[in-house]
């Protein structure tokens, strides 16, 4: 069996995705290391052995990511190339979702938008805000660094001890937002507030700002599907953010399964599929 191997390189985590040549998947797979060296090779050695493969059974290595440029033409002597990564997140985040177009937004340490469909893939912005706010602010907040912890003591916490929402200033909905509408991130912010609060109050204010960031990139360009990949597209008050926002501007928020491994797909079939086009 040849195999073509997908690598997204990240800071600290690294996601693999593995093809035969005759565009069959293999599996997926994610190792975190201290460094993308690291991480990257465990990867790659945790891919072989867990699928009972030999390093002539890898016929080609996609690398992107933040940690691609460290590598050189070759690991472990297999050919190695590498591939933007915004051609990359287009690529995978229309092959997870089975959409022909659509804004692919990559939630990692900070957010990507990337428009792809039959006229291309293009990058046309992304923001500060991401992954990484949340752990930053958590960490001063709530005192917790580890993503895992972050997201399991937001799902104990409470918003309505955190957030000002229309409700709470008008006795009415105002135009067309409801009366359970955020009208001020972390606005209220009452005594005797939780970490558990504190988190799920972030988590929110981050969700909400990529989630309107994406509604006016769609207005921009024109588009009604948004597909949503990365690290964050994984926690659970995600879907009950993106559902309210699809219901408030008629966007359709997508978070295809296996949507972590969107970029790592897409350096994959960018070697499968050179023209840029997934059948």
Known sequence: MSVIIGIDVGGSTTKIVGYTDKGRLVSMLKVEAADPLTSAYGALGKFINENGLALGDVKRIIVTGVGAPLFKKKIYGIATSVVDEFKAIGLGGLALSGKKEGLIVSMGTGTAFVRAGK?????????????????????????????????????????????????????????????????????????????????????????????????????????????????????????????????????????????????????????LHPGGKVK
């Open 119 to 271: 006229q291309g893939i293009f990058h046309i912005g992304g923001s500060g805000v991401g992954g990484g706010t949340v752990v930053g602010l958590c960490s001063k907040l709530c005192g917790v660094k580890s993503f895992r912890t972050i997201v399991s003591l937001a799902e104990k916490g409470k918003l309505s001890h955190v957030d000002l929402n229309i409700g709470d200033i008008s006795t009415q909905a105002i135009a067309t937002l409801s009366k359970d509408t955020t009208a001020s991130n972390f606005g209220k912010m009452e005594d005797g507030l939780t970490q558990a609060d504190l988190a799920s109050g972030v988590l929110n204010m981050v969700f909400q700002t990529i989630g309107m960031m994406a509604v006016f990139a769609c207005r921009n360009e024109n588009m009604k599907d948004v597909i949503l990949t990365g690290t964050l597209a994984q926690v659970p008050s995600a879907r009950k953010v993106f559902e309210a926002l699809h219901k408030m501007h008629g966007i359709q928020f997508i978070i295809p399964k296996n949507a972590i491994y969107a970029t790592a797909t897409g350096a994959a079939l960018s070697y």
